[in-house]
């Protein structure tokens, strides 16, 4: 088969196009590049810059490279961003999903992985998260992914072509320097970013219901991501999993924010130690991933360590890449 991964230059996309690659998958790669960067597609993986909203530019890319499935990952991601501009995420997220299921059909295109997020159960009852837990997403981000799986079973159901949805939890770590995360919101860069500058990292909220007082959350190292998504496409390939299902891609471990920072610290040497700050509106206690189904389902499980997330990330900064300050 050969791949079209949307969002290809992002953080998130490069990994994927990079774990299907050494698959010995043919991969082509979208990306309107507003926040992806060209250099993060590896050499010899053709990189179009493209709105997926420009149904022409779409039309083409299936007509001219053959593409039999297609990595849906471009969207935007800014929670705080998305409070402030609904109209404008629901066009990004749902209108331009909308655009490529469109051609995708036209193009008959078999396979269709949709990136997800945890975002779709809001601010859930239970700790510990199954998919069958309902969606409540509390934020238009959380909303636009939720539609975006909406749309992407419909269309399935239509048509015959086959779909999964990934609902990913919180995502860190890289496989190397040149693919870091560069954005300032997502805990880990954030953390670094301030002990890199000899400041000391925040703690939004230290008396919740967990055992040191912090949130809780399941942290999954990127590159298990990506191979979560290989697992997803080979499933799909192989026509051997439910067409329509959305599974959780997290650890199954819960850490807390205090814990993720203090290893921080001491991967870095940093002779610091965190100032804690109100609590943030809307932050959950506790939320884990329950991961049974995605090894069931795709014989996949996360491997990979924080630790391997915080020395990966710090790596990389080590190495001159700077985070992005939200705007």
């Not at 404008?88 to 469109?102: G, I, K, P, S, T």
């Not at 954005?183 to 000391?200: E, F, K, T």
Request: hydrophobic share 45%; with cysteine; aromatic share 6%.
């Amino acid at each position: 088969m050969s791949w079209l991964v949307t969002g290809g230059a992002g953080y998130i996309g490069a990994h994927v196009i990079n774990s299907l690659i050494t698959a010995d998958e043919e991969v082509v790669a979208v990306d309107d590049l507003s926040t992806g960067n060209a250099t993060r597609v590896p050499p010899g993986v053709r990189l179009v810059a493209a709105n997926l909203l420009d149904q022409g530019s779409v039309r083409r890319l299936f007509t001219e490279h053959h593409v039999t499935g297609v990595v849906h990952l471009a969207a935007k991601k800014r929670v705080d961003e998305s409070l402030r501009q609904p109209s404008r995420y629901f066009r990004e997220n749902v209108e331009a999903l909308r655009v490529l299921l469109d051609e995708c059909v036209a193009a008959d295109v078999q396979s269709f992985v949709f990136s997800s997020s945890a975002a779709v159960y809001g601010e859930p009852d239970t700790t510990t998260v199954d998919e069958d837990v309902a969606c409540r997403p509390t934020t238009p981000y959380g909303q636009t992914k939720l539609a975006g799986e909406w749309l992407v079973r419909g269309v399935g159901a239509a048509t015959g072509m086959r779909t999964l949805a990934l609902r990913y939890f919180n995502v860190a770590g890289s496989a190397s320097a040149a693919l870091a995360d560069t954005y300032l919101a997502n805990l880990v860069p954030l953390v670094l970013d301030a002990l890199q500058r000899g400041q000391a990292p925040k703690i939004f909220g230290a008396d919740y219901a967990t055992p040191d007082g912090t949130c809780v959350r399941d942290y999954i190292h990127v590159a298990d991501v990506a191979d979560a998504h290989v697992a997803a496409a080979r499933a799909l390939e192989r026509g051997d999993i439910t067409s329509g299902q959305a599974l959780n891609i997290g650890t199954g471990s819960g850490v807390s924010v205090r814990e993720v920072v203090d290893l921080a610290i001491a991967i870095t040497g940093r002779d610091v130690q965190p100032v804690v700050e109100p609590r943030r509106p809307g932050d959950s206690p506790a939320v884990v991933a329950a991961v049974e189904r995605a090894r069931q389902e795709l014989h996949w499980t996360a491997v990979r360590s924080l630790s391997d997330m915080i020395v990966s990330a710090w790596q990389a900064v080590q190495h001159g890449m700077r985070v992005a300050s939200p705007l």
